[in-house]
Each structure stands twice: as structure tokens, then as C-alpha cells.
């Protein structure tokens, strides 16, 4: 019989270090057997893994407490109380089941690890940090897209290029990418008049490298790069030198990393080298890999994990679309084919998912828009027309809007600017004008494709 009554109708043993509630022989720690009238209060989570019947509906926990086994609670809610430490140990996986809500008040870490080590079935809405990438990103059910944790405010600059009566433009101009208006006075570059340049950015530096400078020796080639902060302005600074000179290419970003891709040198003989630079710091350019033909007048643009190469002249003008991933180190390799073969100069733009292409020469001008989605493989599709034919313009956008700004169109250089909203299609619209006529020039925003975020 039970040796020690404690309530109305209910009974407790205590026999072999075990408790027995209906019970005079309990078979574990606690054994309860039969109807239970009240509640039961336990401190803490506790190993109870079997109960038929009625437990209270929250498992309170009143003290600091650390797991270092396996638990459950009889209820499945566990209530931390205010003040209170509850601790999973490393390495232990802690299901929390359904939350409705949480409130952080110093630190909350979540998985973290580079590109190569995503997991490979994610589930829609899975947050981490890449540290390849140095940015928190998510899973939509499609692809990884990064989140924008940098003050960005939209600017497009536009750098070099041809003017007016074949002139050599030393200067650089900008524009508010999110409104309408013309473009301004930015500064100077610091290797004087520039054409066929590359151009690309992070959030804060803007990039312009190689060219054809006459000025330094005429018909010559320059390996030089040259840096500007965008949310400022001013002159350009040197930043180091390309692996090898040259000019009718282009290059594209991540938010760490620029890559220059083809191009030219001299006596005129085609490129397939890519190279790149580390934009946060100072230095020259490192081999990257190869492109799969040796190709000028290239476009680029990027996502935050791929670099887009497109259209150019290799033997001829080609409709090649080629990628590569950014974060790593290789040759590029087949992406799919515009909508015809065209040399577009640095006419490519993007968002985080889909990239632009417009103008070129094939041979005449022409104002095609071609646009592609980034993350997967394929021919481009039709997206609209330009305001005019026009060829070798530089371009740069935003999250929302791409824009296209200069070029020449016959019989003249061209200082308009054209914009489109990326995520839909159909024919650009006005914008504004250049401050001065430029072709053969380059441009970069700190908020364009390669750099994600939302």
C-alpha cells in the first residue's frame, strides 16, 4: 500500500530510488498510473518521455539552466522566464518548433559559411552569412539573393570616353539614378583623356581601368586603374596597374571583387585575358582565368555570384554569352547566345536576378535591349528598344532602374540618357542629358546588380 498520503484521493511511494503516483511498485524514476487530479509543477525541462493524460499547458522555466542531454517537456511549451539563462550546448540541435515571435536583446547569430558550403536543399526563407560575399543572404525558393547593408544612394557615374571634334574627355560626371535630371560635375581622372576604358564598382569605390590614352603616347594602350569614392567627389586616385594593357573591354563587380574581361592590345590583336583586383584595397590585378575566345568590345554585368560576358568581336561580331562565378577562379565558360552577334561595348546593366544589354553595332547601330536571368543558363529574350540606335555608351542602375547614358548614333556623339525598370520590359524612356557628348566611355553606380540586397 502507499506508504505516505498527500491529497485528496492520491497517493505517492517512493521504492527503488523511483516515485509511484497509483502505483506501490513505480517502474521509473516517475511512474504515474491511472486518473490525476491537479496539476503537475516541475522545474526546469525535464526527461519525461511518456504520459497518458492531463499535464499543464506550458513547462515554466524559473532558473538558468543548461542542456547537456536529451530532453522534453511533458506540455511541448517551454516558457523561459524573464532574467532567466537557457542554455543548448555546442554542437546540440535545439527545435523550437512554431514561434510566433522573438525578441533579441544583445546578439543573434545565424549559420554562416561561403558559397561552397550552402546547403544543398534549402527551404524558402533560410537565412545566412556568406562569408565569401561578406553579406547576409536568403533562399527564395529560386536562388540566393544578398541583403543591401550599405548606405548606397543610387549614383551612376560616368567616366572618359570620346567627345566632341574626336576629344579626349578627362572628365567625369553623375547622376541621381532614382530620380530624372541631368547629369553634373563630378571630377577628373587622373590619367587625363580616356577611351575604351572599363568600369565597375562596390558600394563606395567606383573602378575605371585600362584604355586607349593618346595623350600619355598616341595609339598607345594603358594597364593603369584609377579609383573614386562615389558618394564624394573629386579627382581619381591611382589605384595600381591590369595584368596586361589594354583597351575595348569591360568589367564587372561583386561587392569585394572586379574582374576585367577580353579586350584589345597593341598592334590590335585580340585578348581572352581576365584579371582581377580586390576593390577595398590598393594594388595590381591578379589573373582570374581565360575567356573561351579572344574577344574586344565585350559587355559585362553581374549578379553578387556571377560575372556576365556578352556579344564583341572575336573573328567577327559574335552573339556569345559567357559566365563565370566571381567569388572563385577559372575560365568562363557557355552562357547562351543575345538575340543576334553585335559588339556592345559597355552597355550592360543588372539587378540582382536580370541582366541588360542594350545598344551596339551589327555592323550599323542599332537600339535592341536584350535581357537574360542571371542565375540560370540560356538565350537572351527581346526587352524593349533604346530612344535611338547608338553604340559604345556606358550604362549603370540600380536595384530598380537601368540606364544608358551616351554613345554615338550618326551622325553624331550622343550626351542623352535613357532608363528602363528592370524588372519589366518595353522601350526606355528619357531620363536626362550628359553634360558633355561622350562615346567609347565607361560608367559605374554603387548600387548595381553585383552588389545585391533589398
Sequence with gaps: MPSIRVGFGSDYVVKNQNIG??????????????????????????????????????????????????????????????????????????????????????????????????TTDPVEGMVRFNDDLNTLEFWNGFEWRQFTVTGASGRGVFMGGQGLGSAKLSSIEYVNIHTLGNAVNFGTLVQGGTQYTAGCSSSTRGILGGGYNPQASPGAVSDTIEYITIASEGNSIDFGNLSDARGEFDACSSSTRGVFCGGEDIPFANMNVIDYIEISTLGNALDFGDMNTATRDTCCLSSPTRGIIAGGVASDRTNRIEFFTIAAKGNSILFGELTGVRNIGNGGCSNSVRGLFGGGQVPYTTNVIDYITIASTGNAQDFGDLSQDRNNLGSVSTQIRGMWGGGYAVPAFRNNIDYVTIASTGNAQDFGDLASPRNQHSACSDSHGGLGGF
Excluded: C, M, W
Design 21 to 118: 503516483i497509483g502505483t506501490d511498485n513505480p517502474r521509473a524514476r516517475l511512474d504515474v498510473v491511472g486518473a490525476l487530479k491537479g496539476d503537475i509543477s516541475v522545474s526546469g525541462v525535464n526527461t519525461l518521455s511518456v504520459y497518458e493524460g492531463f499535464v499543464s499547458e506550458f513547462q515554466n522555466v524559473n532558473e538558468s539552466l543548461t542542456l547537456t542531454g536529451e530532453f522534453n517537456s511533458p506540455s511541448e511549451d517551454i516558457i523561459v522566464g524573464a532574467g532567466v539563462t537557457f542554455e543548448v550546448s555546442v554542437g546540440s540541435t535545439f527545435v523550437a518548433g512554431s514561434l510566433e515571435s522573438i525578441s533579441v536583446q544583445s546578439h543573434f547569430s545565424v549559420p554562416n559559411g561561403g558559397t561552397s558550403t550552402r
